[in-house]
């Protein structure tokens, strides 16, 4: 197909790994396709996927940057509110730069459509005065999303915001919540904890976010039909939504590279040490790249690992304790020596499908479930933040692969969970059980499965509104 005769998505991302990683899957599943993409990041992330060689397998795509107008030494992520603040108010204007820049580029088609993270939602605007189709791509769980858009419906019904701090330690916090079709099992502590205060910047933006995903065109998630099939359905009723996951196994069943992005440079020593592992006996822990613990609780779960007696695979980042530097006690490194390998950063979906790994210890991020079903390796999950908590709830009580976690790290917990999960009976039946969803997420992804049929009507739909 002539370069000027393709179709042109820009794809915009928000500016994390959790959120760059799937709009890069959708991205090389587009440009299979036949679509010339123009791909967004800020600087600031652009940077990053340089120096990591996370760019190096996309050569096909064109790469374009805006600036966060954050200063260089600012957390980004870690400073959540000031970032989507910054974003918001600062970037719709850098975008219609990028654009403009676009339309006097002669060896560059036009632009016929632009896929958008669901917390940038500004850029539907753009999508408007272009005339081409604006696509919303939320990357959270479809729960995850749902109770997201279900916000004002919570606070109409009184359970947000919480009426004082006490609501934490006197039982609310296991109210059962009714009121959202289409979620079986829903408690506070299930909601993210944004929503306790009404007056967080956190809480008022993504309840804008979500709100504005009616204006989109398309509405995509990365989960299946066959996954989430209530939730997807209780969507329906409200949104253009389409289930187009998981994207990790979209990528592998038609042939294509895989578009994993890396902020931080990967240790792939730590495959090596696996390789003299028994099969099924190492326990992968890692909490994404956001979380951050205190000193107290990287020391519970660390005594947790060593009293498991399992040999375990440790992710541990420069910037995972706040406001200091990881320190483990030397008592416990001299004591796991021989089973143990700390990284800095590893390749998580290589460890994750590696025959040694048996169990993974996990934040619950929506990228590193799907990932850890799609390697048929149950979990225990300890979520952090946004909706983590009801990704728990999910893998625990409704599909049953994985173990939750208490929000209070005890080291005795720790090794408890690290033992039912990769000895006995117990980890056995969540194996059979992830490994059932593991083949479904197959299917839905493979010609004719349920993903693969939505993206095909979305790319004709598509094609429908740039003709008209």
């Not at 605007?125 to 604006?134: D, E, N, R, S, Y």
């Not at 829903?186 to 309840?207: G, H, I």
């Amino acid at each position: 197909m002539a370069k000027q005769n393709r179709p042109h998505a820009l794809m915009l991302p928000y500016p994390a790994q959790g959120h760059v990683t799937p709009m890069m899957q959708l991205s090389t599943i587009l440009s299979a396709r036949g679509y010339y993409i123009t791909f967004v990041n800020t600087e600031y992330i652009h940077d990053r996927m340089l120096r990591s060689g996370s760019t190096k397998s996309m050569a096909d795509f064109r790469f374009e940057t805006i600036p966060d107008d954050l200063p260089p030494e600012h957390g980004r992520i870690q400073q959540i509110d000031e970032l989507c603040k910054s974003l918001a108010d600062n970037c719709p204007a850098h975008l219609e730069k990028v654009v403009d820049k676009l339309k006097g580029k002669s060896d560059v088609p036009p632009l016929t459509s632009i896929v958008y993270d669901g917390c940038m939602s500004w850029a539907q605007k753009t999508a408007i005065k272009l005339g081409v189709p604006g696509i919303s791509f939320w990357t959270p769980s479809a729960c995850g999303f749902y109770i997201y858009l279900s916000a004002p419906l919570l606070m109409e019904k009184g359970y947000i915001p919480l009426k004082d701090n006490s609501c934490v330690t006197n039982g609310y916090m296991e109210e059962v919540i009714s009121c959202i079709p289409g979620i079986p099992v829903l408690r506070m502590k299930d909601v993210p904890s944004f929503f306790y205060d009404a007056t967080n910047y956190m809480f008022q933006f993504l309840v804008t976010q979500s709100q504005a995903a009616m204006s989109a065109d398309f509405v995509l998630l990365n989960t299946f039909d066959e996954l989430e099939g209530p939730v997807m359905e209780a969507l329906r009723e409200r949104l253009p939504v389409y289930g187009i996951g998981p994207l990790l196994e979209a990528e592998q069943k038609n042939g294509l590279p895989n578009s994993f992005v890396s902020l931080w440079t990967e240790e792939k020593s730590c495959m090596e040490w696996l390789d003299d592992r028994e099969p099924g006996s190492v326990v992968y822990v890692c909490f994404g790249s956001i979380t951050v613990m205190s000193d107290q609780e990287l020391v519970e779960f660390a005594w947790g690992l060593e009293g498991s007696k399992q040999p375990f695979l440790w992710v541990i980042r420069p910037d995972l304790i706040r406001g200091a530097s990881a320190k483990l006690p030397t008592q416990f490194v001299e004591k796991v020596k021989g089973r143990s390998f700390f990284a800095s950063w590893a390749p998580q979906m290589e460890v994750l499908s590696h025959p040694s790994v048996g169990g993974f210890l996990t934040h619950s991020g929506w990228n590193s479930t799907l990932e850890s079903m799609g390697a048929g390796v149950p979990m225990i999950c300890w979520p952090f933040f946004a909706e983590q908590q009801i990704n728990r709830t999910y893998v625990s009580q409704i599909w049953k692969i994985g173990i939750a976690m208490n929000d209070v790290v005890e080291r005795r917990e720790v090794e408890e969970m690290v033992k039912r999960l990769m000895i006995g009976k117990e980890g056995e039946e969540m194996k059979k059980r992830i490994c059932e969803l593991r083949d479904a997420s197959i299917r839905a992804a493979n010609k004719g499965g349920s993903s693969y049929n939505n993206l095909e009507k979305i790319l004709m739909e598509m094609e429908g509104k740039n003709r008209t």
